[in-house]
């Protein structure tokens, strides 16, 4: 058989070498390891914050988010959101795939919406109509069959239109009528004159339908608990999905609250963060910080995340895994020979003591070891 | 059976004799388990690599045990949350480690002499780890993972990503997080410590010419 010339063949070191042993070495280094960690698990733990903020309540380590929670704290929020959740006003209503059809809603670069590509190819994978899913659906189920005005109500506001499909786009979710009752009901729940507890809402009188009923039972199932379960359960299975929950709570203004208060919000370097004084994923510093970049107008930049998305694709993912051959990036080296100072015990201990100047543009050396250093003559 | 000469043509129906072949050719015992190392390793700097991948084991071990559990069992249970502290800061400690292995090699030109594999899957290793971190802050089951989760998902559902891959959903991050990006992880780094054991760490520039190819081997005496 032919012999194959390779470009890089199978090479050994015949320079000076020193003792060392693989399995020592690495087992030594998991047991330093191990015992620091440790040693850092026993002085300091770990982060598992709850919901923490000024003015609210105590909060127990590793509390999550819940209906419960933001209607104990906050029912004016819950309310308003629950409001706009039926009326299609919110985040999530709003956002195009992969939760609805609202046209026009993803993000572009150059004409190119990936989001709508992703929906071409897979379909609309996680459909939502935030006035049925958040609102309508789980007080049909939870409040409507042990209140006959309940039932009612959610039968008047089903009657007068509104598109209650899943994925169903912002703009369709209400129908005319059922947007006068709750823009009407909205203003209300806005009014200073407006008061909340957890389980009751009092506003001046006007033309609101059948909402007041809705809301007031919405407030009800999240104050006894059953809207968590609803939000986290299945109508089949168990369910580990929590996506319904937390598109709901993000809709509010507590969720987000409560982030800027704990120091994660996407303006304080968001995800990077960790709670307290515990390092955070520092190594999303690339992610993060785009986010902070003036140039991105990241304050007014519709197409923020994709901007961010594409660039950490060539920042964060292609740039240093082809830095080798990167013309420019790949001299840097050279230009800061910080290996000169790693390497300065060796070349020391070389004739002359400086390292050999070759640029790796320059032809190769010959591969037979100079005559200062032949390999007999090297210490073992 | 013939042993292995390493010189054995591929063949699809016998593929054996050829992967015997490559493998005496590529991963001889003495690179895979040696005793003596260039004298040029003597920095600190060397070290990282080994300590990245003792943190890996330890993650491992600690988020195995944490797993075996249940997702939520170190909220209440104190050997558990203890288990969690070590998963924490042994992640902490790969990243740093793997941080400074990563700028020594790139200030070293480690991938010089025919090791650019070596740096690629260096690469593919951290970003696996970004990955495998990440989708463990999304199944701690409180409060910070359906925040982190929540404020991810706008940029992989920008990029088409959450189309499939939903971070709110923790059920399937606790898949991703116990099977699928460690088990990727895993494998990159098999194959990347595998091209250190068979390339050997990049020798000081300007000392390339001391690495003698195999078949212009001097023969040594016997030590």
């Known amino acids: ?380 | 059976m013939a042993n292995a000469t390493g010189a054995e043509p591929f063949s699809l129906a016998r593929p054996s004799p050829w992967l015997r072949g490559y493998l005496v050719r590529n991963y001889p015992l003495r690179k895979l388990l040696p005793d003596r190392e260039p004298a040029y390793v003597s920095s600190v700097l060397y070290t990282m690599g080994v300590l990245t991948l003792a943190a890996l084991i330890v993650a491992v071990i600690s988020g195995a045990v944490i797993a075996l559990g249940g997702v939520s069992f170190w909220h209440t249970n104190s050997f558990g949350a203890f288990m969690n502290s070590i998963h924490f800061w042994s992640v902490q400690a790969m990243f740093l480690f793997m941080a400074v292995h990563f700028i020594t090699n790139f200030f070293t030109m480690g991938w010089r002499g025919g090791r650019g594999w070596t740096w690629i899957t260096g690469v593919l290793a951290f970003i696996l780890s970004i990955l495998t971190s990440f989708t463990g802050f999304l199944i701690m089951t409180n409060w910070d993972s359906q925040w982190v989760g929540q404020q991810a998902k706008d940029a992989f559902n920008a990029l088409g990503i959450g189309a499939i891959w939903n971070m709110m959903d923790a059920g399937q991050q606790i898949t991703m997080h116990v099977v699928f990006t460690t088990a990727l992880l895993l494998f990159i780094v098999s194959v990347h410590v595998g091209l250190i054991r068979r390339r050997g760490v990049a020798p000081p520039p300007g000392a390339e010419a001391l690495e003698v190819p195999e078949d212009q081997l001097t023969p040594q005496p016997t030590t």
């Open chain 1, 1 to 380: 058989m032919a012999t194959r010339t390779k470009r890089h063949p199978l090479r050994t070191w015949q320079g000076p070498e020193r003792p060392y042993d693989l399995i020592t070495e690495g087992t030594i280094a998991v047991i330093v390891v191990a015992l620091l960690c440790i040693l850092a698990a026993s002085l300091w733990g770990s982060p598992d914050g709850g919901l923490t903020y000024p003015g609210g309540p105590k909060s127990p380590a590793g509390q999550a988010f819940s209906a419960r929670y933001w209607d104990v704290n906050d029912p004016s929020d819950l309310a308003q959101t629950a409001v706009q959740e039926l009326a299609g006003g919110t985040t999530t209503a709003g956002y195009g795939p992969p939760f609805n059809q609202t046209a026009g809603a993803s993000q572009e670069i150059i004409g190119i919406r990936p989001a709508e590509i992703a929906k071409a190819i897979f379909g609309l994978t996680l459909p939502i109509n935030t006035a049925s899913d958040f609102v309508l659906a789980p007080v049909s189920q939870l409040a409507a069959p042990s209140s006959p005005v309940v039932a009612a109500a959610v039968s008047l506001y089903k009657a007068a239109g509104g598109d209650l499909s899943p994925g169903a786009p912002a703009g369709q979710v209400a129908s005319a009528q059922q947007m006068t009752w709750l823009n009407n009901y909205a203003k209300a729940l806005a009014a200073s004159s407006a008061k909340f507890t957890p389980t009751s809402i009092t506003v001046k009188a006007g033309n609101y339908g059948p909402v007041p009923v809705i809301i007031g039972a919405e407030l009800a199932i999240a104050n006894n608990g059953s809207l968590d379960g609803y939000l986290q359960g299945s109508q089949q299975q168990l369910s580990t999905n929590t996506t319904p929950g937390t598109m709901f709570f993000s809709d509010g203004t507590l969720w987000e609250t409560i982030a800027e208060a704990q120091g994660v919000g996407g303006d304080q370097w968001g995800v990077m963060n960790e709670l307290w004084n515990f390092p955070g994923q520092v190594w999303l510093w690339l992610y993060a910080g785009m986010y902070q970049i003036p140039a991105l107008n990241p304050s007014n930049n519709a197409n923020l995340d994709l901007d961010v998305g594409l660039l950490m694709i060539l920042f964060g993912f292609l740039l240093p895994m082809f830095a080798p051959w990167i013309p420019g990036i790949n001299r840097i080296p050279r230009w800061i020979p910080l290996y000169k100072i790693i390497y300065r015990k060796y070349y020391a201990s070389m004739p002359g003591g400086q390292p050999p100047a070759r640029a790796p543009s320059e032809p190769a050396p010959p591969t037979a070891p100079p005559s200062g250093a032949p390999p007999s003559a090297a210490p073992r």
